[in-house]
């Protein structure tokens, strides 16, 4: 494994570090981890990366790891930069022939993401987009559920991602994850819509595999002199006729990572929250609530569910664990690549460029119907994963 970012002060590059390496397949070797050549390699050192692969670039190091033999170099690239740099850095990765395991969103603009599209669908390459909440237990677990019929048709989603640690200017404040997200150049057309509500809409599609018709978004500033959206919602009309809804918040008091979601069906209706990740309720009228524990063991668990866990029931399982069970995904295609196999890119169990495309599409569309005064606008990329 190589990354890019996660250097010193950063937040999300240690997460998938220690992702990818919970299941012992894989080992972080070498890294650009910063833009400042002085800070990436002086980051080095706390991933126990040695200083001759501790690189002053991506360009840099990409170049030098291609070089190496075959089972020296590195078989993939994890990005874990700000939005603006995903579409330079995964385009080079992917043209040295490395694998690429991105954040999200997947690009600056939509543009961007299309042409990575390209890039990917011309190379041999495993894409991978870290929306991490899909690799829930009980998240694979709704899913088969869903996609099996148990909740009959799904006739609506409500999504929601509500944090509050943007309620005041702390981008004025030097803090880095809130300067560099609160600026256009660097956090793409939207703030708080692109940051999470980008998760929340990739839920809803994940679980109910549903296909988006058009959306009608509202997306407001409320702390003075930002730029970006803090806050906003968003009407999805599905192609069967189902209503979704996304509301993304960044400046609720008191919110921390409040990702939720309820699912709607005929014959059933489910709700998950991350913050308490181990447990799902179920409901059908005229029977007491179902609360589905997360229970390898458990008969009512099905295989997609069970599959995702590692640790026996009343252990609880959480962020790692989820992020890793979408690099454990991801690997199982680089396996199948490695071997001589062509694996799945569309349907996979992992988030992919198709999700990431989507993602952005989502942003850009949520962002012009905004402007124009929530005018209803078509949600349906012709890349969209069915
Ligand atoms: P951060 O500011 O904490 O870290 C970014 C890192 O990238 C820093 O170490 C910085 O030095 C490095 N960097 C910047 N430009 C670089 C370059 N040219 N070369 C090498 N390194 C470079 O940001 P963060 O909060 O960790 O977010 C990073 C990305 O992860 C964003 O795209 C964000 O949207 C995403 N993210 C995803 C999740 C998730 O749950 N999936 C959570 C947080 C952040």
Known sequence: MGIVGGGQGSFIGRVHVTAAVLDNRAALVAGAFSSDAARSKASAADYDVPENRAYGSYAEMFEKERGLPTGERIDFVSVATPNHMHF????????????????????????????????????????????????????????????????????????????????????????????????PTKSGAAGCFGDI??????????????????????????????????????????????????????????????????????????????????????????????????????????GSGKAACRLPSGHPEAFFEAFANVYRAGFDAMVEAATGGSPEREDTIYPNIHDGVEGMYFIEQSVASSKADGAWLPLKHPLARR
């Open 197 to 302: 509500g980008t998760h929340a809409y990739n839920l809803g599609r994940y679980m109910t595999g549903l296909l988006p018709e058009t959306i009608s978004a509202n997306l407001k500033i409320f702390v003075p002199d930002r730029p970006l959206d803090d806050y906003g919602h968003a009407v999805i009309r599905y192609e069967n006729g189902a209503l979704g809804t996304v509301t993304a918040s960044q400046i609720s008091h008191g919110r921390e990572n409040d990702v939720r979601i309820q699912i709607d069906g005929t014959l059933g209706s489910l709700e998950w929250h991350q913050e308490e990740p181990n447990k799902m309720i179920v409901r059908h009228n005229g029977k007491p609530h179902a609360i589905y524990t997360r229970d390898p063991n458990a008969p009512f668990m099905n």
């Open 88 to 183: 330079p850095v995964a385009k080079a990765a992917l043209e040295a022939g490395f694998h690429v395991v991105c954040d999200k969103p997947l690009t600056l603009t939509l543009a961007e993401a299309e042409a990575l599209a390209k890039v990917v669908a011309a190379s041999k390459s495993v894409f991978v987009v870290t929306h991490n909440y899909t690799g829930y237990p009980l998240v694979r677990q709704a899913r088969e559920m869903i996609l099996s019929g148990q909740l009959g048709e799904v006739q609506a989603i409500r999504a929601e991602y509500i944090q509050g640690w943007l309620r005041t200017r702390l981008e004025s404040e030097g803090q880095k994850q809130a300067a560099w997200r609160t600026d």
